[in-house]
């Protein structure tokens, strides 16, 4: 279906925001987030995980929602209209849109100088370059204990994906890094823990 016609049916009520995070895997991020400070999500597409975020984190945290949100032909995003009305549906804490790449917003916190995040989920580029850059730009800016989930990351019985980069890349690098230790999986989805010490 194209992205114009989706929308239309979107604004009438006929058509879902679409995500490719499973049920079971929100359940999971939602246990993970609740009540966290300061949260980031690389990946928001149409903002249906952000809407679960901004649910379940503390009322006076900010979510970075980060998503490059690319132009179509028309000149605008018709996902960024959806994931703004979506996550707008939910009032607690405050989110800010970072209209960038997971790398290019992780040299932007650091530039800031902000405070350590203390959730952090990754689904934006699946190659094994966009993860590598995605772990490295933001696994050094999160505080002790926190938390960092990545989407498709192994293989589940509805999809087959052992041998994409995002799975190779946490194969081999991520389930090996000392700073971090594996908590949870749910279908495609890991979930890591920074240490205390």
Same mark, same amino acid.
């Given at each position: 279906?194209?992205?114009?016609?989706?929308?239309?049916?979107?604004?009438?009520?006929?058509?879902?925001? &679409?995500?490719?995070?499973?049920?079971?895997?929100?359940?999971?991020?939602?246990?993970?987030?609740?009540?966290?400070?300061?949260? +980031?999500?690389?990946?928001?597409?149409?903002?249906?995980?952000? %809407?679960?975020?901004?649910?379940?984190?503390?009322?006076?945290?900010?979510?970075?929602?980060?998503?490059?949100?690319?132009?179509? =032909?028309?000149? +605008?995003?018709?996902?960024?209209?959806?994931?703004?009305? &979506? +996550?707008?549906? +939910?009032?607690?804490?405050?989110?800010?849109?970072?209209?960038?790449?997971?790398?290019?917003?992780?040299? =932007?916190?650091? &530039?800031?100088?902000?405070?350590?995040?203390?959730?952090?989920?990754?689904?934006?580029?699946?190659?094994?370059?966009?993860?590598?850059?995605?772990?490295?730009?933001?696994?050094?800016?999160?505080?002790?204990?926190?938390?960092?989930?990545?989407?498709?990351?192994?293989?589940?019985?509805?999809?087959?994906?052992?041998?994409?980069?995002?799975?190779?890349?946490?194969?081999?690098?991520?389930?090996?890094?000392?700073?971090?230790? %594996?908590?949870?999986?749910?279908?495609?989805?890991?979930?890591?823990? %920074?240490?205390? %010490?």
């Amino acid at each position: 279906m194209r992205v114009s016609t989706h929308f239309a049916l979107w604004m009438a009520g006929l058509a879902q925001a &679409e995500t490719q995070t499973t049920a079971g895997e929100r359940a999971c991020l939602a246990r993970h987030a609740a009540g966290r400070q300061r949260l +980031v999500e690389i990946g928001v597409w149409h903002g249906v995980t952000t %809407r679960v975020l901004r649910a379940v984190m503390d009322p006076t945290a900010t979510l970075w929602a980060v998503d490059p949100y690319p132009v179509g =032909r028309l000149r +605008v995003s018709f996902q960024q209209l959806i994931a703004h009305r &979506e +996550v707008n549906s +939910v009032r607690n804490g405050r989110v800010d849109w970072v209209r960038d790449t997971g790398v290019g917003a992780a040299k =932007r916190h650091r &530039e800031r100088g902000l405070p350590p995040v203390d959730f952090v989920f990754i689904d934006g580029d699946h190659t094994y370059e966009g993860l590598q850059g995605d772990w490295t730009g933001w696994s050094p800016l999160v505080a002790p204990g926190a938390i960092i989930a990545l989407h498709d990351t192994h293989a589940s019985p509805s999809r087959p994906m052992n041998t994409t980069g995002s799975a190779r890349y946490t194969r081999e690098v991520i389930l090996h890094d000392p700073a971090f230790e %594996r908590v949870d999986t749910h279908d495609s989805l890991t979930v890591m823990r %920074r240490n205390d %010490r």
